[in-house]
């Protein structure tokens, strides 16, 4: 029988997947897995962390050593497997909700300490995992389930956030250019310190429905990229005709100490 | 359980899942892990429960406390008995889950439990259901965020058996 020869790398008691028809989660599962195919990425030395909502699925269907179910807290595992055995590839999977608000003082810490870690934020702008409310990267102006007469919040920009913070690779696409975000992928999963990609996507359930006026995924895809801008014609257009806008681009690429714990001892010396 | 990267690739989730993992929102899988997860409690209570008894030997009147409140207990437990009242003190080191043996215990040997809680009473209830009425309970509480002194749980016994 063929099969895609990408589906060795996929968890069989674990499929059929949950995704909704069209959701840009399961493209970037997929994204992952030619970008990790790509790397020859060894699944044996592989941790996938997903907390709590969808995009928090795509390690139920990893075949690596995969956990999930703790909203927000993805970084404390991280952490505390980065320090147990730093020698593994600890890859992050995460809706905006998890990133932004419940994991949000976690994801400034790890910046801030530069753990080694790959984060790859799928962001939906939405909730939709609970039918679509109000997010911190909710655009100003659009109807979600919490706010049908326009959202009158400010949203995250989490690329800035965790640039400011000290990430040391930070990198935002989208489900338009899997060719640039596999690019982006490759390079946070090999760079040493905290990687994090943004990649918008489509939500066709919620946030298509309700802000996008369309259920049609391929209408969810057309509006991000509508709204989407490159560095540099960002850089040509003010502050304010900047917002409700996405610029793409990789953003940061340096090398800084990586986090190994927080005291001085020296176990090296200490032996 | 092996460690991270040794190449098992295990599925570590919280959501219900059977033995390999899998996550399945099905009733039999759900039932069957919380029967394994609740029954790592109720089927080891005798080894999780952990009770002191001070002075209940020969125990008439029965002090129940945790925490904080166990040290003003036993010294109004020894207090009491100076004055020929034979009181004693079931400490309990683990609150949950209840120690329902060593409560009950207590009841059959004496004839008035006094729980003493420095709060309105959380955990009063519990030790009157347990006791269900098999000797008298009366509840000692003090909520001023300080502890009871042993001289205000003496004052306590004094009334209760007045």
């Known amino acids: 029988m063929n099969t895609n020869p990408l589906r060795r790398y996929l968890r069989e008691n674990s499929l059929p997947h949950f995704f909704c028809s069209g959701c840009g989660a399961a493209q970037v599962l997929n994204y992952f897995i030619q970008a990790a195919d790509e790397l020859d990425l060894d699944f044996d030395n592989l941790v996938a962390i997903g907390g709590v909502g969808c995009a928090a699925r795509i390690p139920v269907y990893l075949h690596a050593e995969s956990l999930h179910g703790v909203h927000g807290r993805t970084l404390p595992w991280a952490t505390g497997i980065k320090l147990h055995k730093p020698e593994l590839d600890v890859v992050i999977f995460s809706g905006d909700g998890d990133a932004g608000a419940i994991g949000g003082n976690h994801l400034i810490q790890a910046a801030r300490r530069n753990l080694d870690v790959t984060m790859i934020v799928v962001n939906n702008l939405t909730f939709a995992m609970t039918g679509g409310q109000v997010a911190p990267t909710t655009f100003q102006g659009v109807n979600t389930a919490t706010t049908p007469y326009g959202n009158l919040e400010q949203p995250f920009d989490l690329c800035k956030l965790v640039e400011t913070a000290g990430a040391t690779f930070v990198s935002r696409w989208t489900t338009n250019q899997p060719r640039r975000a596999i690019g982006a992928l490759k390079k946070a999963i090999r760079h040493k310190g905290f990687a994090l990609v943004e990649i918008i996507t489509q939500c066709p359930t919620y946030f298509g429905r309700r802000a996008v006026g369309s259920g049609d995924p391929v209408a969810g895809v057309e509006w991000i990229k509508e709204n989407s801008l490159t560095a540099r014609q960002a850089a040509n257009l003010t502050e304010e005709e900047r917002v409700g806008r996405f610029v793409l681009g990789n953003f940061v690429e340096k090398e800084a100490s990586v986090f190994a714990g927080s005291s001085l001892y020296n176990y090296s010396e200490g032996e | ?162």
């Open chain 2, 1 to 162: 359980m092996p460690d991270f990267g040794d190449g098992y690739r295990i599925l570590h989730s919280l959501n219900p899942h059977d033995e390999m993992g899998s996550i399945h929102w099905d009733p039999d899988v759900f039932e069957d892990l919380y029967d394994r997860i609740t029954g790592k409690i109720i089927n080891n209570v005798d080894d999780i429960v952990k009770t002191e008894r001070f002075f209940l030997d020969d125990a008439e009147v029965g002090l129940i406390a945790y925490g904080s409140e166990c040290r003003p207990a036993r010294e109004a437990a020894e207090l009491a008995r100076a004055q020929d009242i034979k009181a004693g003190l079931l400490k309990l080191d683990t609150v949950w889950p209840v120690p329902e043996r060593q409560i009950a215990d207590l009841a059959e040997q004496c004839s008035l439990i006094l729980a003493v809680e420095m709060n309105i009473g959380k955990y009063a209830g519990e030790i009157e259901r347990v006791i269900g009425g098999r000797c008298q309970v009366k509840r000692v509480t003090k909520n001023r965020g300080l502890v009871h002194t042993p001289g205000e749980i003496l004052d306590a016994i004094g009334e209760a058996i007045a």
